[in-house]
């Protein structure tokens, strides 16, 4: 499995970075740093062969999507095991979903996720995965004495692999 990202600016990292650890260190739930999963937003998750069938499209991508603002707003959880932060689904990012999903969705022998398909898309920022529901219930305990607010930029796109998570290709947004 491959998921194509964005990525945010060092403010926006900053503050993402700092929940993961602050939830990391009250749950002992270590799963996001031990594989090295950087603050990002999945945009669509693809099954392929190899990487090699998405660079093309994707890297055809590059000078052609713009930057863009993001404004977070609440915290959710994928029951039953992640919790993330999640912004509003503004015309910027319903725009950046469809220029993804018309690069990709036309790739032989690839599967996009029915839940990364444009209007299927719930975005969001993991904070944390594969917690117990003890360690979900102190999680939310930190995010709600940790959390608020906040608008970030989006200043890249990239592809990687996971679980451990391997940047394969990223690019800055014009």
Same mark, same amino acid.
Do not use: C
């Given at each position: 499995?491959?998921?194509?990202?964005?990525?945010?600016?060092? =403010?926006?990292?900053?503050?993402?970075? /700092?929940?993961?650890?602050? =939830?990391?260190? /009250?749950?002992?739930?270590?799963f996001m740093?031990? $594989?090295? =999963?950087?603050?990002?937003?999945?945009?669509?998750?693809?099954?392929? /062969?190899?990487?090699?069938?998405?660079l093309p499209?994707?890297?055809?991508?590059?000078?052609?999507?713009? /930057?863009?603002?993001? %404004?977070?707003?609440?915290? !959710?959880?994928?029951?039953?095991? =992640?919790?993330?932060?999640?912004?509003?689904? $503004?015309? &910027?990012? %319903?725009?950046?979903?469809?220029?993804? &999903?018309?690069?990709?969705?036309?790739?032989?022998?690839?599967?996009?996720?029915?839940?990364?398909?444009?209007?299927?898309?719930?975005?969001?920022?993991?904070?944390?995965?594969?917690?117990? %529901?003890? %360690?979900?219930?102190?999680?939310?305990?930190?995010?709600?004495?940790?959390? !608020?607010?906040?608008? !970030?930029?989006?200043?890249e796109i !990239?592809?990687?692999?996971? $679980?451990?998570?391997?940047?394969?290709?990223?690019?800055?947004?014009?």
């Amino acid at each position: 499995m491959y998921l194509i990202s964005a990525y945010f600016d060092d =403010v926006t990292n900053k503050k993402i970075q /700092r929940l993961i650890h602050q =939830v990391a260190a /009250r749950t002992n739930n270590t799963f996001m740093t031990d $594989n090295h =999963v950087p603050p990002h937003m999945t945009i669509s998750s693809i099954e392929a /062969r190899s990487a090699e069938v998405l660079l093309p499209p994707l890297s055809a991508l590059e000078g052609a999507l713009a /930057r863009g603002s993001v %404004q977070f707003v609440s915290v !959710g959880q994928l029951l039953p095991y =992640v919790l993330y932060i999640t912004p509003v689904l $503004n015309a &910027y990012l %319903q725009d950046l979903s469809e220029q993804i &999903y018309a690069a990709v969705s036309e790739i032989e022998q690839t599967s996009v996720s029915k839940y990364y398909r444009p209007l299927s898309w719930l975005p969001h920022v993991t904070i944390a995965k594969t917690l117990s %529901q003890e %360690q979900m219930r102190e999680a939310f305990a930190v995010v709600q004495d940790s959390f !608020g607010v906040f608008e !970030g930029q989006i200043t890249e796109i !990239g592809v990687a692999r996971t $679980n451990p998570h391997e940047d394969i290709l990223r690019f800055p947004l014009t």
